[in-house]
T-cell receptor, first 117, second 114 residues
Framework: AQTVTQSQPEMSVQEAETVTLSCTYD???????LFWYKQPPSRQMILVIR??????QNATENRFSVNFQKAAKSFSLKISDSQLGDAAMYFC??????????????FGAGTRLTVKP | DVKVTQSSRYLVKRTGEKVFLECVQDMDHENMFWYRQDPGLGLRLIYFSYDVKMKEKGDIPEGYSVSREKKERFSLILESASTNQTSMYLCASSLWTAGGNTIYFGEGSWLTVV
């Protein structure tokens, strides 16, 4: 089974600076999808960014970008110009592209990001 | 926007009680999921459903059951609540097609079993 590892339980960043959250995963599949989700203190989980494994180009969404290293099975999230509203729990997730397996999404344990004013 | 609504945000139940957690989505999604979230463990899949009356066990189905009588509604049932089921429960939904579809989450239900 696929596993997702987030090795940083907590991170902090100064407002306006850049922070990188780490994620590694283990899979034998060649085609899959990777996600970063944000869970603010209000608790509703929302999608931050999504990466398709067959695409070499790293996904970008405004201040959020990823560094996808397929061979290393690494998928880090970079937040530029951090804002107070970025403070949340961030989850890395993996979803298979294999039809029989694609109804499940595997999550890491999460990284709690604190943004200091 | 997709809306996934969990009927109860905070519940306190006694050991041995039967507990129902209800979830409704408004986007005609085929897939629905129940996850449990615990500190340091992330989200763990309890059950998912890919169609009405269809269900599949996830990683931690013991002590839980589910019901999906209508496409938009997916219920999680704790037949006899125990203190180790105190947790945050998250409902989610997604489209059926290829695995890259985003999963959309509800706000979560905090369950305390005393």
């Amino acid at each position: 089974a696929q596993t997702v590892t987030q090795s940083q339980p907590e991170m902090s960043v100064q407002e306006a600076e850049t922070v990188t959250l780490s994620c590694t995963y283990d899979t034998s599949e060649s085609d899959y999808y990777l996600f970063w989700y944000k869970q603010p203190p209000s608790r509703q989980m929302i999608l931050v960014i999504r990466q398709e494994a067959y695409k070499q180009q790293n996904a970008t969404e405004n201040r959020f970008s990823v560094n996808f290293q397929k061979a290393a099975k690494s998928f880090s999230l970079k937040i530029s110009d951090s804002q107070l509203g970025d403070a949340a729990m961030y989850f890395c997730a993996y979803r298979s592209a294999v039809w029989e397996n694609n109804n499940d999404m595997r999550f890491g344990a999460g990284t709690r990001l604190t943004v200091k004013p | 926007d997709v809306k996934v609504t969990q009927s109860s945000r905070y519940l306190v139940k006694r050991t041995g009680e039967k507990v129902f957690l209800e979830c409704v989505q408004d986007m005609d999604h085929e897939n629905m999921f129940w996850y449990r979230q615990d500190p340091g463990l992330g989200l763990r899949l309890i059950y998912f459903s890919y169609d009405v009356k269809m269900k599949e066990k996830g990683d931690i189905p013991e002590g839980y059951s589910v019901s999906r009588e209508k496409k938009e509604r997916f219920s999680l049932i704790l037949e006899s609540a125990s203190t180790n089921q105190t947790s945050m429960y998250l409902c989610a939904s997604s489209l059926w097609t290829a695995g890259g579809n985003t999963i959309y989450f509800g706000e979560g239900s905090w369950l305390t079993v005393v």
